[in-house]
């Protein structure tokens, strides 16, 4: 399988494998391919994982809402500190584009606990609680990659209905959401989607985790139509969050990152491979990094600037991460 092909499967697999997806790889020369027994055997010792609060001020909660179905909503358990509008939103793709809205749960849940309401598409189908079953994507007999089971379409969604909830007096949400300050992240596929939604001009910034559109111009995934003069898009800040030279998102967000020239960008790498931290219990060291910068630039807290401003920046010295900055 040539790099190309490789990426494209990354991106609609995307942290989708350490969740345990299932999918049937009919690429004969692909001798790697993933063993569903074993993808299975991990997706079921993984679920039995419970879910966490994260470790901010707000203990999260993870829920679904009649009035928003196929998506999955992290908040803070108690909302009476949010009165006036103090919850910013940062709506989520998930790896894979999957339709699994609890495939990321510790990172989402993890954001959440910093007071933030977060809504990713996709069903409940990971973990303790969920109410589907698991996500299953098989590949085409022909060879080629199936469209993603959620579209940017999904992943906008979230917002609307974060504003009208915010809106409804008869919404637990009332008056409670911060409409004015919108963040779109999310990992490998889902990071393309995130890119796709950069032009809207209510969201504030972009988190683009393992991911890139690709140095080839053509999308091998069915239906998404990615290319890079979509980053002309970019009216905000925007980060990408990579796993350094083995993630195969690398060469291409590492590409992305050299042609933004109209917004400020940052481009951090830790050398975790493709599936980040997302995996790790309150998200690991990647959910820390994306707090910080949600925290920086929605809530304008300069102790959380400090994670990537300065000479001495956090990610900057001591640490396995590296950091490049322009346009600040």
């Known amino acids: 399988m040539n790099r190309i092909a490789k990426y494209a ?20 020369q692909d001798a790697a391919r993933p063993d569903p027994a074993a993808m299975r055997a991990e997706r079921e010792a993984r679920n039995r994982l419970p879910n966490t609060p994260g470790d901010g001020p707000y203990p999260a909660t993870i829920e679904i809402d009649d009035s928003l179905p196929g998506h999955v909503i992290y908040r803070p358990a108690d909302l009476a500190p949010f009165g006036g509008g103090g919850l910013p939103v940062v709506i989520w793709g998930n790896g894979a584009c999957a339709d699994d809205g609890t495939a990321h749960r510790f990172h989402l849940a993890q954001i959440a606990s910093y007071g933030y309401l977060v809504v990713a598409a996709g069903h409940w189908r990971s973990g303790p609680g969920a109410t589907e079953g698991p996500f299953v994507q098989e590949m085409p007999a022909d060879g080629t990659l199936p469209p993603p089971a959620t579209t940017a379409e999904d992943v906008l969604e979230g917002l609307d209905w974060a504003i009208a909830q915010d809106r409804d007096p008869a919404s637990r949400l009332h008056g409670r959401v911060d409409t004015g300050k919108v963040a779109v992240a999310g990992h490998s596929c889902g990071g393309l989607q995130a890119i796709t939604l950069a032009a809207d001009p209510r969201i504030d910034t972009v988190l683009v ?20 003069d979509m980053l002309n898009n970019f009216h905000q800040p925007v980060i990408y969050i990579l796993g350094g030279p083995e993630d195969i998102a690398y060469p291409n967000g590492t590409d992305d990152y050299a042609r933004l020239t109209r917004v400020p960008a940052m481009l951090a790498n830790l050398p975790v491979g493709h599936g980040g931290t997302f995996g790790e219990p309150m998200g690991g060291a990647v959910a820390h990094v994306a707090v910080d910068w949600l925290e920086w630039q929605l809530r304008g807290d300069e102790v959380a600037a400090r994670t990537f401003t300065g000479e001495n920046c956090r ?4 640490t396995d991460w590296t950091l490049e900055r322009k346009g600040w």
């Open 9 to 28: 499967m990354a991106a609609l697999l995307g942290f989708g494998l350490a969740q345990g997806v299932l999918v049937q790889s009919v690429l004969a």
């Open 209 to 228: 985790h393992n991911s890139g559109i690709y140095n080839n111009q053509n999308s091998p995934i069915r239906g998404l139509m990615v290319f890079k």
């Open 315 to 318: 990610l900057c010295t001591g």
